[in-house]
DNA sequence: GAGCGCTCTAAGCGCTTGCTCAGGTTCGGG
DNA sequence: CCCGAACCTGAGCAAGCGCTTAGAGCGCTC
């Protein structure tokens, strides 16, 4: 009897945030940096979509860029689990490699709202906020570049150039979040199949 | 005695810039827009960096907005130019996507600063401005899948889905705009070869 | 039922924004 | 030598910004 928002978990974003006024705002303000870009948001914008005054915003959050570096944080946590828990299951490197990419572009295109502010608002952080994402960036990088080189020490894959592939894998799923659209004719897991091909042929994966 | 700044034509971007002091408030927008985004730039930036006072703006452009239209314009025209000359070339569609490729990645990491305007300022644009770009767009798109579309035909490409993968290519592309760094350890051209190689496996073509 | 802590609002402060405008400087042509 | 056009500046306006403050309403404990 419950829908997929009720239930609690994975699957519900956010549900770490608590109490729910600070909840609301937050998913407030993941929609409205999605749309307009975060330096083109205002409080008093996010506070109205989440059915408040703007002064309600500064009890749950210092500033407006502690609500970016809280989305970042959670978003960035969320997809480096994706990479690690595809990197660490067990079945060769191809399956592991698919798995990552799958999951991985399938959370890009199903939570692009969120995806994108948490891709493409990096330089809107402070400094010590933005160092503490970009160690978490590296971590992700770290996890594709593993199952790579495993798969080319297997003999599994042919890469001339492990480092540069691992960034254009990330790059390319990563560019989901850009493009992808609701309304559009693919669904999440479509893209989610396709990308997880055409990075095995990257790789030169034996079939 | 001519440095490649000061050459003209296809090398010099913004040479069709006129007057100069026009250009230098183009190119000094370019960058503040590449490094802040749009939104988070001001006028009074834009002059300064341009040695000029805020009011000396408003002699070239009407607004702040119709600078970003030239900047988008001029880059738009130039990337799709890239990539029709490759279609349009002779030689195999591996031939042509490879060059296509490696054109369209090498402008992105040699003119990342413009590059990263183009691709990721559209929403800043207004509405009319905005479908002028989109056009130009679509026609980039159409060039590289005409490649594809080839290729598949003549029995050298490999390719389940076509506009999917037309999509992923151009994907892979634009993101370098975003993570090239020019202190970064590869040159615009070790990019380009890369990604041609790359591409070139996505499409499964034969050797 | 008084006192307290938590949540929220109305009002607004100090500042910056995109943009304007009156006036000054420069310079080629008559 | 003067004129007009082109270019640029200093000063500033109205609007909107992030954020603060004073105080109201609420549900809780004792």
Chains 1, 2 share one sequence.
Not at 74 to 90: K, Q, V
Not at 112 to 120: C, D, E, K
Not at 144 to 163: C, Q, T
């Amino acid at each position: 009897m419950s829908t997929a928002e009720e239930t609690d978990g994975e699957n519900t974003p956010w549900s770490e945030v608590t109490p729910e006024a600070a909840r609301r705002l937050l998913v407030a303000a993941v929609e409205a940096f999605a749309e307009r870009g975060y330096h083109a948001t205002t409080t008093r914008d996010i506070a109205g979509r989440a059915g408040m005054s703007p002064a309600a915003l500064y009890i749950h959050y210092k500033t407006k860029e502690e609500l970016l570096h809280r989305i970042s944080r959670i978003g960035h946590d969320r997809a480096l689990r994706l990479l690690e828990t595809a990197a660490d299951s067990g079945g060769t490197p191809s399956d592991r490699l698919a798995d990552a990419v799958r999951s991985f572009v399938r959370w890009h295109a199903e939570r692009h709202t969120t995806a994108r502010v948490v891709q493409y608002e990096l330089e809107a952080l402070g400094d010590g906020h933005r160092a503490e994402i970009v160690a978490l960036r590296r971590k992700s990088d770290a996890a594709v570049r593993r199952i790579i080189s495993e798969g080319v020490r297997a003999g599994e894959f042919d890469v001339p150039d492990v480092p540069g592939t691992t960034l254009a894998v990330l790059s390319l799923c990563i560019d989901v979040a850009r493009w992808f659209n609701a309304q559009g004719s693919r669904t999440p897991e479509e893209v989610g199949t396709l990308y997880a091909d055409l990075v095995l042929r990257m790789v030169g994966a034996q079939k």
